[in-house]
């Protein structure tokens, strides 16, 4: 019984320093969710263009002009709050802030690009 309690205190501290060695950080978030908004902004166009060389010209824009705006936007409305553990991503735009990405493990959850293809088609993006 003892030994057991030991093993398991053990490897409650082993997993505790491991998820705070490993938890991301602001950068990493940005990171994530640049990449998926990107994508879902570069499949968006796919389904919107029909024509292949109209559809290559403003996805060459459009990734010229996203990637530092988003970057931009991401940095002024993203607050990360560090939890040791974990970290969790706030979209703080408008009026509440919003949950977008959990870091756990040294990996950024963030919602998927079909997700974010919803919203743009929603909003008539």
């Keep these: 019984m003892k030994k057991a309690c ?11 320093v491991s998820m705070i060695a490993t938890r991301p950080n602001a950068n990493d978030h940005i990171t994530v969710l640049q990449e998926v908004f990107h994508n879902a902004v570069a499949n968006r166009v796919d389904e919107v263009m029909p024509e292949e060389s109209i559809r290559k010209s403003v996805f060459k824009l459009v990734n010229q002009l996203m990637r530092p705006s988003s970057e931009f936007a991401l940095e002024r409305f993203l607050r990360v709050e560090d939890y040791w553990l974990f970290t969790l991503g706030y979209l703080d735009f408008q009026s509440e802030p ?15 690009e079909e997700d974010i293809e919803k919203l743009m088609k929603k909003y008539g993006l």
């Design 98 to 112: 919003k949950l977008i990405s959990v870091g756990v493990f040294g990996h950024v959850f963030a919602p998927s």
């Design 6 to 16: 030991i093993v398991s205190i053990v490897l409650i501290v082993a997993l505790a």
